[in-house]
């Protein structure tokens, strides 16, 4: 959060408090987790640009973090352009030029960070650049939230082509009674994707459920295949 404020030329504000501190009370701010979140974004927005990397995976929070954060880039680039027109207004009176200490903000910073988050806001946007993988779980509660979560995207400008439906039973014969019942709630469940208005144009993957936690290179690597094979 100190990189925001420094682009902005705020980053004297922190010195006073110290960083545990700022850190405490940022905390406690709202929507300061979606501001921490775009200033990332715009981190990998820069290594995109400089065609380093392939492809950027980002693992977003739950649901409502998402959908916060989408908005959140809209709310902040409006309010970077209301902050850089209220200190240029300021500059013009010079009550208010002391009140705002113009001589500390600079009003091209404020408008560089204001194109940095709209550039985030238009890529996320963009089908070309970004695709939305939902991930959920085969469970109807997962499932009516996913197919919410989806409407929400499309809302926001946004959209996803594929589903992933994670931790699903795989086939067998056991006898299991509670295999069994868990199998009739799970195919209750993806019969309802099926029938969904969101989710039934997606393009459905099924990721099983393994006996063993999948970590390290090698067990990615094999649960990659596996799901997207």
Request: with cysteine.
């Amino acid at each position: 959060m100190r990189n925001i404020l420094d682009k902005i030329g705020l980053g004297v504000l922190a010195d006073p408090l110290g960083k545990n501190k700022l850190h405490e009370m940022l905390m406690k701010t709202p929507g300061f987790g979606e501001a921490v979140a775009i200033s990332k974004l715009m981190q990998i927005v820069e290594l995109q640009e400089s065609n380093k990397f392939r492809r950027i995976v980002l693992d977003t929070a739950a649901t409502g973090h998402t959908l916060n954060l989408l908005s959140a880039t809209t709310l902040m680039e409006k309010l970077l352009g209301m902050a850089n027109k209220a200190v240029n207004l300021a500059s013009s009176f010079p009550a208010l030029k002391s009140a705002f200490g113009k001589d500390q903000i600079d009003p091209a910073r404020i408008e560089v960070l204001r194109k940095q988050i709209a550039r985030v806001h238009e890529l996320m946007q963009d089908p070309q650049s970004t695709e939305f993988i939902i991930v959920t779980i085969p469970t109807v509660m997962a499932i009516t939230e996913s197919s919410r979560f989806h409407a929400s995207l499309k809302k926001d400008g946004a959209s996803a082509t594929r589903l992933v439906v994670n931790q699903v039973l795989p086939p067998s014969t056991s006898e299991c009674r509670f295999c069994s019942t868990k199998r009739k709630e799970e195919a209750r469940a993806l019969n309802m994707i099926s029938n969904d208005r969101e989710l039934g144009g997606l393009e459905l993957i099924q990721a099983p459920l393994l006996d063993v936690e999948v970590r390290g290179a090698p067990a990615l690597r094999f649960f990659g295949d596996v799901v997207w094979k």
